[in-house]
């Protein structure tokens, strides 16, 4: 299995500022991916965090409101941008590592 | 897209005894259904997978089983303790090929009762 660090793994944030957040894999992947899970809901996958090129956004979701970063194989970020306190929710990195989904400990964002 | 159906949203059981959570998917092309775990202030945390050419597998207390016909899987923890109280999800994916493939059940809240 790989081991995720997130970082953070709570905030409070004010409405319309931005939170970024970090997911570091302990090995090198070729897939990361950025899940949200609202209070009490399942999973939803807001995009693929490609390396070397612009994520992939399911849905529902776009860059401008979750902007993402993949400099290479073991690091991502995503931001959260002009935040509403409909933004507030969990949010999880994950890796496929041959064909498993992993998971990080996922970052509690709560915005007032 | 798949539609996955997960029962019971919440579930209750003494300490000991057995739990059984299931799980229905729409396509047929889902090869391969992991479950997954999630306490409280963690991230989900996968226990046990089960792949399209398998019927049954079984790791100490849990175990899953899938019948492809019916388009259902299910996952069975035996005696079970306090420190298996969590949320726990499925998952279904088409064809293996990453996350975008990936779709998640709405879980269900298991509570061990000592």
């Known amino acids: 299995s790989a081991v995720i660090s997130q970082k953070p793994s709570r905030d409070i944030c004010q409405r319309g500022t931005s939170l970024t957040i970090q997911c570091q894999v302990d090995?090198?992947?070729?897939?990361m991916f950025w899940y949200r899970q609202q209070p009490g809901q399942s999973l939803t996958l807001i995009a693929t965090?490609?390396?070397?090129?612009?994520?992939?956004?399911e849905s529902g979701f776009v860059i401008d409101k979750f902007p993402i970063s993949r400099p290479n194989l073991t690091f991502s970020t995503l931001t959260v941008s002009n935040l509403s306190p409909e933004d507030s929710s969990i949010y999880l990195c994950?890796?496929?590592?041959?064909?498993?989904?992993?998971f990080g400990e996922g970052s509690r964002l709560t915005v007032l | 897209g798949e539609n996955v159906e997960q029962h019971p949203s919440t579930l209750s059981v003494q300490e000991g005894d057995s739990a059984v959570i299931k799980c229905t998917y729409s396509?047929?092309?889902?090869?391969?259904f992991p479950w997954y775990k999630q306490e409280l202030g963690k991230g989900p945390q996968l226990i046990i997978d089960?792949?399209?050419?398998?019927g049954e597998k079984k790791d100490q207390r849990i175990a899953v089983t899938l019948n492809k016909t019916a388009k259902h899987f299910s996952l069975h923890i035996t005696e079970t303790q306090p420190e298996d109280s969590a949320v726990y999800f499925c998952?279904?994916?088409?064809?293996?090929?990453?996350?975008?493939?990936?779709?998640f059940g709405t879980g269900t809240r298991l509570t061990v009762i000592p």
């Open positions: 089960i792949r399209s050419n398998v």
């Open positions: 994950s890796v496929d590592n041959t064909g498993e989904l992993f």
């Open positions: 090995s090198q992947v070729t897939m």
């Open positions: 965090a490609n390396q070397g090129s612009e994520a992939t956004y």
């Open positions: 396509d047929s092309a889902s090869n391969y």
């Open positions: 998952a279904v994916v088409i064809d293996q090929t990453g996350a975008n493939n990936l779709f």
